[in-house]
């Protein structure tokens, strides 16, 4: 637990930007205010360098600027098995995806009707013949956009930032369990939203179980990539059914991606890595994706340098070991 | 800490176990399962079958929950508490096979070309194990596990190509049957999401023979739902709460009724339906054009008779039981065989003095006249006249009930399907209390 604590407990990484925005007063930031007071000693030595930085945001008054990390500390860990008490949508269709990306529904018609769940279903169930992915025409995705990049524990949010301005044009969404670390992630990409208008408007954040309601919130085949970055390690062996890796949620995983969608896995603890890897090669729904392929992916270096956690790594020169897959029809 | 199992487990000794009703496929006989012990009665020769069983254990040991015909009616299973299950074979009804599970059972099923039995179990898996007697020992396999849910139900589409679960988490989901059962069941093909509470049961309604068959559901948010399980588009809500009938059941207060049981009518066309702490049977007909569920008839048994379970059989004819049992909770930590064995006898003798009734519904031939097009309309048989008459009574019932003792036996089972099914609601207060004798949160208010 002590290692993990402190881990989450480091100020928000440098680079995000000194410059001081202007955003809403944060509600949230009102209500963890007390804490943040008893924490201030505390990173106050940690990092007295950037105390000073953000001295003027935490003494209160007219709180702008991108939030800080130190604001939303929660808890190391959620058990992902125990039952939640979050809403989460019946189904797919009740996801109110309008609220995450206002700019791009803007032209939509807005009425999403209740049966389209049923015609991506069926489209998702002929695309065998339509050999490999389902390509949305772009004049359908433009009416009713759909999220095709999910990050799954998506932390503080370093990947969909990065992603973000790669890939303009696709919704992405990061699943969070940990109900404050989301806070800080949606904050976060609000500010940028702010500071920069027009951009990171296709990102956002989702606080969920991803081992339990992904099927509420996407239908079949609906996501071309997954990401699962240095996911929780549960080292115990009685524990390690709550890895987010399993041959059980891997069907899972499988059914929301399209055929030929790419799962992304990486992590420093190599037991974990071992595990992910051959927990992907026996599922017989993913295949590795070659070295060639690698390098001419663009995700893939972000995957070690993208988030918080990678970025802590790197900075410790830790190795990281990665298993990238691809989702491939059934050979039934 | 907060796993799965724990969070189930406090409460369950005081559980009461609902009587099941199975009919075996050809119609020649019923079985009546209730706490620990099978009921069997042959509807041909006209007496009670005794079953004879070479395996070990012998015999249930706790309240099975589950048993199933295969579709030819040459096997039969059951399943429960005590983490066995059973395989037997139906001609000479003996026990073929019983293996141990490490965690309780919910449901059973086979495959349609009868090659497989399929069991889920409390942790939300689907395990395998064929029906073919071999030399070896048998290891059930996993076939596929819905993540932290129990699983409700499991059932085998009648073209064979899909099982479909359900589960605790409102959720249906639909697996492709894999080519070899052996290696799982990766492929996900839909899920039927919507349902508002924990799913109870399905079933399949349509012809077998069209291919056309769709999936019903029943949950805890008191309606049926029509799916079209191919795509897991919803095509029908049937909400049990406008019902008169149900509504004027006076029987109890009128809080939503959970849908407890569904059983599908031989040509697919009926959907017989039963409700918690409700005393009668719903009767659906199934509309193959409109693809909707209309109500067709409210049959109301007795003030008393809250039936558990419910069978249609091959002539259409409805098989209703109404009962329960105490179920004697062993628990994991039983070590001795002597120990095993005593709690075994305990819960056997339980299940042979456990009373049930009976109950039968049958189609009534042709109105005539002017009422030619209400064609379809059940009724409740006389008890005296009676398919199986005094013997099948005597044999399934297990003695003459007193109709006050299974009315409280049965609500009790419903109370105890309640506190199954739905997950624990703590008050904030008691949510705050948890929270602070978590470890991991004593640690953060230590430092603060
Ligand atoms: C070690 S962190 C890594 C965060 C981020 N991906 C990074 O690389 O910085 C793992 C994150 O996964 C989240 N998480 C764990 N189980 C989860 C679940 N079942 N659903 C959603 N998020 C989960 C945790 O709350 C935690 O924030």
């Given at each position: 637990?002590?290692h993990?604590?402190?881990?989450?407990?480091?100020?928000?990484?440098?680079?995000?930007?000194?410059d001081?925005?202007?955003?809403?007063?944060?509600?949230i930031?009102?209500?963890?205010?007390?804490?943040?007071?008893?924490?201030?000693?505390?990173?106050?030595?940690?990092?007295?360098?950037?105390?000073?930085?953000?001295?003027?945001?935490?003494?209160?008054?007219?709180?702008?600027?991108?939030?800080?990390?130190?604001?939303?500390?929660?808890?190391?860990?959620?058990?992902?098995?125990?039952?939640?008490?979050?809403?989460?949508?019946?189904?797919?269709?009740?996801?109110?995806?309008?609220?995450?990306f206002?700019?791009?529904f803007?032209?939509?018609?807005?009425?999403?009707?209740?049966?389209?769940?049923?015609?991506?279903?069926?489209?998702?169930?002929?695309?065998?013949?339509e050999?490999?992915?389902?390509?949305?025409?772009?004049?359908?995705?433009?009416?009713?956009?759909?999220?095709?990049?999910?990050?799954?524990?998506?932390?503080?949010?370093?990947?969909?930032?990065?992603?973000s301005?790669?890939?303009?044009?696709?919704?992405?969404?990061?699943?969070?369990l940990?109900?404050?670390?989301?806070?800080?992630v949606?904050?976060?990409?609000?500010?940028?939203r702010?500071k920069?208008?027009?951009?990171?408007?296709?990102?956002?954040?989702l606080?969920?179980?991803?081992m339990?309601?992904l099927?509420?919130?996407?239908?079949?085949?609906?996501?071309?990539?997954?990401?699962?970055?240095?996911?929780?390690?549960?080292?115990?062996?009685?524990n390690?059914?709550?890895?987010?890796?399993?041959q059980?949620?891997?069907?899972?995983?499988?059914?929301?991606?399209?055929?030929?969608?790419?799962?992304?896995?990486?992590?420093?603890?190599?037991?974990?890595?071992?595990?992910?890897?051959?927990?992907?090669?026996?599922?017989?729904?993913?295949?590795?994706?070659?070295?060639?392929?690698?390098?001419?992916?663009r995700?893939?270096e972000?995957?070690?340098?993208?988030?918080?956690?990678?970025?802590?790594?790197?900075?410790?020169s830790?190795?990281?070991?990665?298993?990238?897959?691809?989702?491939?029809?059934?050979?039934? | 800490m907060?796993?799965?199992?724990?969070?189930?487990?406090?409460?369950?000794?005081?559980?009461?176990?609902?009587?099941?009703?199975?009919?075996?496929?050809?119609?020649?006989?019923?079985?009546?399962?209730i706490?620990?012990?099978?009921?069997?009665?042959?509807?041909?020769?006209?007496?009670?079958?005794?079953?004879?069983?070479?395996?070990v254990?012998?015999?249930?040991?706790?309240?099975?929950?589950?048993?199933?015909?295969?579709?030819?009616?040459?096997f039969?299973?059951?399943?429960?508490?005590?983490?066995?299950?059973?395989?037997?074979?139906?001609?000479?009804?003996?026990?073929?096979?019983?293996?141990?599970?490490?965690?309780?059972?919910?449901?059973?099923?086979?495959?349609?070309?009868?090659?497989?039995?399929?069991?889920?179990?409390?942790?939300?898996?689907?395990?395998?194990?064929?029906?073919?007697?071999?030399?070896?020992?048998?290891?059930?396999?996993q076939?596929?596990?819905?993540c932290?849910?129990?699983?409700?139900?499991?059932?085998?589409?009648?073209?064979?190509?899909?099982?479909?679960?359900?589960?605790?988490d409102?959720?249906?989901?639909?697996?492709?049957f894999?080519?070899?059962?052996?290696?799982?069941?990766?492929?996900?093909w839909?899920?039927?999401?919507?349902?508002?509470?924990?799913?109870t049961c399905?079933?399949?309604?349509?012809?077998?023979?069209?291919?056309?068959?769709?999936?019903?559901?029943?949950?805890?948010?008191?309606?049926?739902?029509?799916w079209?399980?191919?795509?897991?588009?919803?095509?029908?809500?049937?909400d049990?709460?406008e019902?008169?009938?149900?509504?004027?059941?006076?029987t109890?207060?009128?809080?939503?009724?959970?849908?407890?049981?569904?059983s599908v009518?031989p040509?697919?066309?009926?959907?017989?339906?039963?409700?918690e702490?409700?005393?009668?049977?719903?009767?659906?007909?199934?509309?193959?054009?409109?693809?909707?569920?209309?109500?067709?008839?409210?049959?109301?048994?007795?003030?008393?008779?809250?039936?558990?379970?419910?069978?249609?059989?091959?002539?259409?004819?409805?098989?209703?039981?109404?009962?329960?049992?105490?179920?004697?909770?062993?628990?994991?930590?039983?070590?001795?065989p002597?120990?095993?064995?005593?709690?075994?006898?305990?819960?056997?003798?339980?299940?042979?003095?456990?009373?049930?009734?009976?109950?039968?519904?049958?189609?009534?031939?042709?109105?005539?006249?002017?009422?030619?097009?209400?064609?379809?309309?059940?009724?409740?048989?006389?008890?005296?006249?009676?398919?199986?008459?005094?013997a099948?009574?005597?044999?399934?019932?297990?003695?003459?009930?007193?109709?006050?003792?299974?009315?409280?036996?049965?609500?009790?089972?419903?109370?105890a399907?309640?506190?199954?099914?739905?997950?624990?609601?703590y008050?904030?207060?008691?949510?705050?209390?948890?929270?602070?004798?978590?470890?991991?949160?004593?640690?953060?208010?230590?430092?603060?």
């Open positions: 637990m002590q993990r604590r402190k881990k989450y407990s480091t100020v928000f990484h440098e680079e995000t930007e000194k001081v925005l202007f955003a809403r007063a944060r509600k930031s009102a209500q963890l205010s007390q804490k943040a007071m008893a924490d201030q000693g505390n990173g106050a030595r940690e990092k007295g360098k950037k105390r000073t930085e953000h001295s003027t945001i935490a003494q209160g008054g007219d709180q702008k600027g991108l939030p800080r990390k130190r604001f939303y500390r929660a808890r190391a860990h959620s058990n992902p098995l125990s039952d939640s008490h979050f809403p989460v949508p019946n189904n797919p269709c009740e996801c109110d995806w309008k609220e995450h206002p700019a791009f803007k032209d939509a018609t807005g009425e999403v009707e209740n049966g389209s769940c049923a015609t991506e279903n069926m489209k998702a169930e002929n695309r065998s013949s050999n490999g992915a389902i390509v949305p025409s772009s004049q359908a995705e433009k009416l009713e956009p759909k999220v095709r990049f999910a990050d799954v524990g998506c932390g503080f949010g370093g990947l969909l930032v990065k992603l301005v790669l890939f303009p044009d696709k919704l992405m969404v990061g699943m969070e940990r109900d404050k670390v989301s806070e800080y949606k904050e976060r990409i609000h500010a940028l702010v920069h208008p027009g951009q990171y408007e296709n990102i956002s954040c606080r969920t179980n991803a339990k309601y099927p509420n919130y996407f239908e079949k085949g609906q996501l071309e990539k997954m990401f699962f970055l240095f996911p929780d390690p549960h080292f115990k062996e009685k390690h059914r709550r890895r987010i890796i399993s059980t949620l891997l069907a899972e995983y499988a059914y929301i991606m399209a055929i030929g969608g790419i799962i992304y896995t990486i992590t420093d603890v190599e037991e974990l890595g071992e595990w992910m890897k051959s927990n992907l090669d026996a599922h017989p729904l993913f295949e590795p994706v070659s070295e060639d392929e690698l390098d001419q992916d995700c893939v972000l995957l070690s340098s993208a988030t918080e956690e990678g970025q802590k790594v790197a900075r410790n830790g190795e990281t070991f990665r298993a990238i897959y691809r989702r491939i029809e059934s050979g039934a | 907060e796993d799965h199992g724990a969070s189930l487990g406090a409460g369950v000794g005081d559980m009461m176990a609902p009587a099941l009703i199975s009919v075996h496929p050809d119609g020649s006989c019923v079985v009546v399962a706490g620990a012990g099978l009921r069997i009665f042959d509807l041909l020769r006209n007496e009670q079958v005794v079953v004879s069983d070479e395996t254990p012998a015999r249930h040991g706790e309240a099975i929950r589950a048993i199933s015909f295969n579709d030819k009616g040459n039969f299973s059951s399943a429960g508490d005590d983490k066995l299950v059973k395989l037997w074979n139906t001609e000479s009804w003996s026990c073929i096979k019983t293996i141990r599970l490490p965690k309780k059972v919910t449901s059973v099923a086979f495959s349609k070309d009868s090659k497989w039995v399929l069991f889920a179990d409390k942790f939300g898996a689907v395990y395998t194990l064929p029906t073919a007697v071999k030399e070896e020992k048998d290891e059930p396999a076939l596929l596990a819905h932290c849910s129990i699983i409700t139900d499991l059932e085998v589409t009648s073209e064979g190509k899909y099982i479909v679960t359900s589960d605790r409102f959720k249906i989901r639909v697996s492709v894999p080519a070899d059962p052996l290696k799982g069941a990766p492929e996900i839909s899920y039927c999401l919507g349902h508002t509470s924990f799913v399905t079933a399949f309604v349509g012809s077998q023979t069209s291919g056309q068959q769709l999936l019903v559901s029943g949950s805890g948010d008191s309606t049926v739902r029509l079209d399980y191919k795509t897991g588009k919803m095509l029908h809500v049937f049990t709460n019902l008169e009938a149900v509504r004027d059941d006076k109890v207060d009128c809080a939503a009724r959970a849908v407890i049981g569904l009518s040509d697919g066309s009926i959907v017989a339906v039963l409700l702490r409700f005393t009668g049977v719903l009767l659906l007909e199934y509309d193959d054009l409109g693809k909707r569920l209309k109500h067709l008839q409210s049959i109301i048994l007795s003030e008393h008779v809250v039936p558990t379970s419910l069978a249609f059989d091959v002539a259409s004819r409805l098989w209703i039981v109404a009962g329960a049992a105490e179920s004697i909770e062993l628990g994991d930590q039983l070590v001795t002597e120990e095993a064995a005593a709690a075994e006898a305990r819960a056997q003798m339980t299940a042979k003095m456990a009373v049930a009734h009976v109950r039968l519904i049958v189609r009534c031939s042709g109105a005539v006249g002017q009422d030619a097009e209400k064609a379809a309309h059940y009724e409740l048989s006389e008890k005296e006249s009676m398919l199986g008459g005094e099948l009574l005597s044999t399934l019932e297990g003695g003459r009930a007193d109709s006050g003792e299974v009315a409280v036996a049965a609500e009790a089972a419903e109370q399907m309640r506190k199954l099914m739905s997950k624990r609601q008050t904030l207060q008691e949510r705050e209390n948890r929270k602070r004798f978590r470890n991991d949160k004593k640690f953060e208010r230590n430092e603060v």
